[in-house]
């Protein structure tokens, strides 16, 4: 069976409970599934935490990964999609020197053309904060590499579905036993 | 704990105390029950201790001589009672020492509560004397864990602990409590937990699916049962036995499924997996639909995943999702309990027989008989076997002790040959395969079910790993059996080295003390047989003691157990010699 690796989003719905983050990496370590990107937040629902987890795997090791999420007394539910079943985004910040905001004009078409938004300007240094796909945050990274970068930092990608997460269901069915 | 708000609790005691986080430790083990615990004290659980002192007449403590001794001691008490098993240790060491026995648990689905004491909450973290992140060592091998550092959220932590511990498919849970929470004071009320929003502990069974099953099974030509421990933990042996009657179907069993059928059920065909028997494994690679109830497709059962019952349709019932479709691929999936699951089964299966597939199964019985067990149970040569010691237990006990066994060559020999007539009689490590597990869990065992024969069978490697529950044997008088069968190896790594590594033998002879000296130094009566004609009045003397009793049987140096499915072959490929 040589099945195709491909990038899943996988979520998961869980209560806000310390240690929860040590057992679901956990689940992904002992089948020696490097995670791309993690990120965890709280979620639409009061009380209740989103893990978005970016790996590249199998499909059939994206279900088995999403089961044992779940057995997990406090994760409530987990789902694994395709890029295309979801929207994404990541976010990033770069940290430039503020003389080469006026000696170099070519920076200024940059932050034009690419979208990006500066969130502040001092005498040292200014920041540059831009959200979108992998790809154009690399490309902008490249660009402004040539000029140094003082400091760079990534997020972890978000993702919304398209489709409906019947979690809130799953909750409600729970509240009302 | 946050938590709280998300777990639903049924009010056992309204009337509210003012009372110390560990006297409502031992409350709250009173509220759940628990009559009996086994532990180890140390500086940072001493203030529990001292309630333990005071509710002596209410709950007991055993001192075990090590803290695996107490996790494997609950555990033998929880497999044959049903009911949760409870250690406790000090924080660092203490808490350290039971994580073997809590992986043990964890992959045999025994349901344990531990608790651990830990340093003071303010310091956490600062590598303070006897310090360990417990709750992160433990979290791989827990089915769930906390730390708890305010008196006030003890009652609600262990009755989370305990409602997780049993529920659903069962596992060990641990509390890791601070020693200020245990000394400071709340207002306590016990509640019992009835549920946790995140958490489903049974599936609910689809009638649509117990149906499809039902006309598989009831089409098919060579239906094969598989069952596993699944059906002792949802107390399902009536209906699996009523499932096996009515369809006339063959069935065998896992190593942790032993005992749920009596062996001598005509439809019993014995045991799978690597030294199972041969019938069972050579036609798991014949029939047509496969059913297993309550397994987990261990490859120590499938052997080479490539191969095995490529040919069937397999329905699985289990309680647990994540089982289905994690080794072997199947065509229905029967989730929830196998009592309810298999009592629905039962409505919509036909009577049926399949005697000429049955005959197919005794006539390779007869085959394995003749090339393997008649040596095991009736050997011609001079040297003892450990399945005549097994044979003369089965006649002592007419199959209705509860055995226990370690982990090497003499619990293989000890599941094949030992009768099981009663349930939950066989406890042995299954999926860890702990060396050590047999001398602490049959005091365990003995303690659940005092009315029982407990006899456990060790081998002379795994008997030291804890011989020091000697200690607990000879203090708490239980009255437990204990056989070691001396072959003066750590047997099942010489077999592997006899049959794959071209006979080397690296550190693999054991030069052995005195074992009847050491039993004796520990108040057990004990002896020791060397010829054949002393083993039968040996081991009626043995059975028929109230106290514990030692006996070391000194058997053949090189014997090997057969039939053999070796690592990753097929279990077609199965060897009788
Ligand atoms: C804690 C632990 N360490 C190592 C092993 C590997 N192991 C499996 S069986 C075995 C030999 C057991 O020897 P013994 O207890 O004398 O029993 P026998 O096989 O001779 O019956 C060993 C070392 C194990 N299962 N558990």
């Known amino acids: 069976m040589n099945e195709d690796i491909k990038t899943f989003t996988i979520s998961v719905y869980t209560e806000n409970n310390i240690g929860l983050l040590n057992r679901i990496s956990a689940i992904f370590q002992r089948r020696h599934i490097n995670i791309e ?9 009061d009380g ?22 779940e057995k997990q007394v406090e994760a409530i539910r987990a789902y694994y999609h395709t890029d295309d079943e979801t929207i994404f985004t990541e976010s990033c910040m770069f940290k430039i020197k503020s003389s080469l905001l006026f000696d170099e004009p070519q920076i200024q078409n940059i932050i034009k053309e690419s979208d990006t938004r500066i969130v502040t300007v001092n005498r040292e240094f200014f920041v540059l904060e831009k959200s979108g796909r992998r790809h154009e945050i690399e490309a902008l990274r490249r660009d402004l590499n040539v000029f140094g970068i003082m400091q760079f930092v990534r997020s972890g990608r978000i ?19 | 704990m946050k938590t709280q708000t998300a777990d639903k609790t049924k009010e056992v005691a309204n009337k509210t105390e003012h009372i110390t986080g560990s006297e409502a430790v031992i409350k709250s083990l009173i509220a759940e029950g628990v009559d009996v615990l086994y532990g180890y004290p ?20 055993v001192l075990t001589r090590h803290e695996q001794g107490a996790a494997h001691a609950a555990q033998g008490y929880a497999r044959i009672s049903g009911k949760v098993g409870v250690a406790m240790a000090t924080s660092g060491p203490g808490a350290t020492n039971l994580i073997t026995g809590i992986a043990d648990a964890q992959i045999d689905s025994t349901p344990l509560v531990c608790i651990t004491g830990q340093v003071a909450s303010h310091l956490l973290g600062s590598d303070a004397f006897q310090e360990t992140d417990i709750v992160g060592i433990s979290t791989p091998v827990t089915k769930w864990n906390c730390q708890v550092t305010k008196a006030s959220e003890i009652p609600a932590a262990l009755a989370k602990a305990f409602y997780i511990a049993r529920s659903g498919r069962p596992g060990p849970v641990l509390v890791d409590i601070t020693k200020d929470a245990q000394i400071s004071e709340l207002d306590f009320k016990y509640e019992k937990c009835v549920g946790v929003r995140s958490y489903k502990p049974i599936p609910k069974t689809n009638p649509d699916s117990v149906k499809a099953a039902a006309e598989l099974i009831n089409n098919a030509k060579k239906p094969f049962i598989v069952w596993g421990q699944g059906v002792i933990l949802g107390e399902a042996e009536a209906e699996l036995k009523t499932v096996i009657e009515k369809s006339g179907v063959p069935a065998a069993w896992t ?6 059928l009596p062996t001598s059920h005509p439809l019993n065909v014995g045991m799978v997996g690597m030294h199972g028997n041969y019938a069972p494994n050579k036609l798991t690679n014949e029939c047509d639909v496969l059913i297993a109830i309550g397994m987990r497709f261990d490859d120590r059962v499938t052997g080479d995943l490539n191969t095995y019952a490529k040919q069937a349709k397999v329905i699985h019932f289990d309680i647990d999702p994540a089982e289905i479709d994690k080794n072997v691929k199947t065509d229905i999936a029967v989730l929830g309990n196998s009592k309810e699951s298999l009592a629905m089964l039962a409505e919509v299966l036909n009577e049926n027989s399949h005697d000429s597939w ?22 011609t040569k001079e040297g003892l076997t450990m399945g005549e010691v097994l044979k003369q237990i089965n006649i002592e006990s007419e199959g209705k002790a509860a055995i226990v066994s370690d982990v090497g060559q003499h619990q293989m020999i000890a599941c094949r040959y030992a009768d099981f007539n009663v349930t939950k009689s066989n406890i042995t490590s299954g999926g860890l395969g702990t060396m050590g597990f047999a001398l602490p869990a049959a005091i365990g065992a003995k303690m659940a079910a005092p009315e029982r024969e407990v006899v456990a069978i060790i081998g002379d490697g795994g008997y030291q790993m804890n011989i020091q529950e000697l200690g607990t044997i000879f203090q708490t008088k239980a009255a437990v059996k204990i056989v070691v069968l001396n072959n003066e190896f750590l047997g099942m790594v010489r077999q592997w080295q006899q049959l794959f590594f071209d006979k080397r033998y690296a550190s693999t002879e054991m030069t052995n003390p005195d074992f009847v000296t050491i039993a004796k130094g520990y108040h057990i009566q004990a002896k020791r047989v060397e010829k054949r004609e002393d083993l039968a009045e040996a081991v009626k003397e043995m059975m028929a003691s109230k106290e514990s009793y030692f006996l070391e049987v000194c058997v053949e140096k090189e014997d090997n157990v057969f039939p053999m499915v070796p690592s990753g072959a097929s279990v077609s490929d199965i060897r009788l010699s």
Do not use: C, W
């Open chain 2, 358 to 379: 049955l005959q197919k199964f005794k006539d390779l019985y007869k085959i394995e008989y003749e090339k393997v067990i008649k040596d095991d149970i009736e050997p």
């Open chain 1, 159 to 177: 993702a919304v579905t398209k489709d409906e997460m019947k979690v809130t269901e799953v909750l409600t069915a729970f509240n009302n036993q």
């Open chain 1, 37 to 45: 990107s993690l990120t965890t937040s709280r979620s639409e629902i």
């Open chain 2, 42 to 61: 140390g500086g940072a659980i001493m203030p529990v201790y001292d309630e333990l002192f005071k509710f002596q007449d209410q709950i007991h403590h």
């Open chain 1, 48 to 69: 209740v935490n989103r893990f978005v987890i970016v790996v590249n795997i199998t499909e059939t090791n994206a279900k088995k990964i999403v089961k044992q999420i």
């Open chain 2, 255 to 260: 190593i942790l499924g032993a005992s749920a």
